[in-house]
């Protein structure tokens, strides 16, 4: 028997292993979240707070050891994280629901 007929049934049972878990993806939630629910690239610090209020938490700066590697400052909030370079918001990274919640699967190679 050649290497194809070992692959198919093998492939067919990876497939229904990973489709039979009832997880909610972090993506998943994600994509379903409405984006005006969120900070926009490019707002500056005084927008978010004056939209979304004080944060939770104001963690420490990151960063910023050679000229090359700017200071990235971050925020907590309950449904996200907000990371800002100098005054400006770069990226906003929506937090798990639970601990349970998983991320998306890593690739198999």
Do not use: H
């Not at 379903?32 to 939770?56: I, W, Y």
């Not at 990235?72 to 918001?89: A, C, L, M, Q, S």
């Amino acid at each position: 028997m050649n290497r194809r007929t070992y692959a198919l049934p093998l492939l067919a049972l990876l497939a229904a292993a990973g489709s039979a878990g009832a997880d909610t993806l972090l993506i998943e939630r994600t994509l379903a979240a409405p984006t005006e629910a969120v900070p926009a690239r490019g707002q500056s610090r005084a927008q978010v707070e004056s939209r979304f209020g004080a944060p939770q938490q104001k963690l420490e700066p990151r960063g910023g050891q050679r000229s090359q590697w700017p200071v990235i400052y971050r925020w907590v909030y309950p449904g996200f994280t907000v990371y800002f370079e100098k005054d400006r918001v770069i990226d906003v990274v929506v937090n798990r629901a639970s601990p349970t919640e998983a991320g998306p699967a890593p690739a198999i190679l």
